[in-house]
């Protein structure tokens, strides 16, 4: 069974940086699509951004150009580098993966994001 574990997260002001990370608790298996979701208190789960080896990342219309995420080459490793904050992007940050040989979508435990004044 693959885990995600994520670590970053926490509050910040409008304005401010954070970064996210995520990686598997294995590596027997090659992560095909990893990226990062988004579920705001009374919104359905969203997508923020995936990326996939030698690909353009895949970016939510609402964080372009202020998110990059970025997957480290040859590792089931992806970062979430979150610039410019705004309120509204407050929320919890799950991990996402898909792998080589698996079926099915994995998921982080989630980790909070609070953008406030």
């Known amino acids: 069974q693959v885990q995600l574990v994520e670590s970053g997260g926490g509050e910040v002001q409008p304005g401010g940086s954070l970064r996210l990370s995520c990686e598997t608790s294995?590596?027997?298996?090659?992560?095909?699509?990893m990226g990062w979701y988004r579920e705001a208190p009374g919104k359905q789960r969203e997508l923020v951004a995936t990326?996939?080896?030698?690909?353009?990342?895949n970016y939510a219309d609402s964080v372009r150009g202020r998110f990059t995420c970025s997957k480290v080459y040859g590792k089931n490793k992806v970062y979430l580098q979150m610039d410019s904050l705004k309120l509204e992007d407050t929320a919890v940050y799950y991990c996402?993966?898909?792998?080589?040989?698996?079926?099915?979508?994995?998921w982080g435990q989630g980790t909070q994001v609070t953008v406030a004044s």
């Open positions: 996402y993966a898909k792998f080589h040989g698996l079926e099915g979508d994995y």
């Open positions: 294995t590596s027997a298996f090659n992560a095909k699509t």
């Open positions: 990326v996939t080896p030698g690909g353009p990342g």
